[in-house]
């Protein structure tokens, strides 16, 4: 009984938007703000369109136009590159009797394109530019060790992560407990 009014009152609601006519403003404020109203003000730019999208046109170009995409953005707008030490922390103490190290990097660029990274270990290289972004250590002297990760394109350092400060602590030899003897 009452479906047929709530069927018309439905249609109406979604077709009415499509017959509007829509004027839109814009200005920029003197921070250099965009504004949008569909009130006038002074110095507005006067944007008319026939009629408002609808949902299912809502990726229409004149919408797409005013958002820029991905594609339209230039190059320069591309953030710096970066590159930064997630493990060990910054003055972390480590225990390990091997002297293993295990080290993780983070970067903003993906590792190919003629990208790599280097680790340096007390301000040396550490073997050879590669392209994971993780480590494992092996036989490292105990003390204190600066590390530090560089991104490389082509050889040539493009972003170096700030250095931190490891503790690597062994057990000492002469602390060992000796063995128990046992009596038969």
């Known amino acids: 009984m009452h479906i047929p009014f709530i069927l018309i009152t439905l249609l109406s609601l979604l077709i009415s938007p499509a017959l509007q006519a ?43 136009a005013l958002i820029p995409s991905e ?19 910054h003055e972390q103490t480590l225990r390990d009797n091997e002297g293993i190290i295990a080290i993780s990097a983070i970067a903003n660029r993906k590792m ?22 993780s ?11 600066q590390l530090q990760v560089q991104l490389l394109k082509y050889g040539k350092v493009i972003a170096s992560s700030k250095s ?3 503790y690597l602590h062994q057990a000492s030899v002469i602390q060992r ?4 003897i046992k009596t038969k």
């Open 71 to 89: 594609s339209t953005k230039t190059p320069d707008a591309a953030p710096a590159a970066s590159i930064r030490l997630l493990s060990p922390m």
């Open 177 to 180: 407990k000796p063995p128990a």
């Open 164 to 166: 931190i400060t490891v």
């Open 22 to 64: 829509t004027t839109i403003y814009s200005w920029i404020d003197c921070d250099g703000v965009v504004h949008f109203s569909d009130q006038p003000t002074d110095k507005a730019t006067v944007y008319q369109f026939d009629s408002l999208p609808s949902a299912a046109s809502a990726a229409s170009p004149t919408t797409s």
């Open 112 to 133: 190919d394109q003629g990208h790599n990274v280097q680790l340096l270990l007390d301000g040396k290289a550490y073997g050879h530019p590669q392209s994971s972004l």
């Open 135 to 145: 480590w494992h250590l092996i036989n490292i002297e105990r003390g204190s060790h």
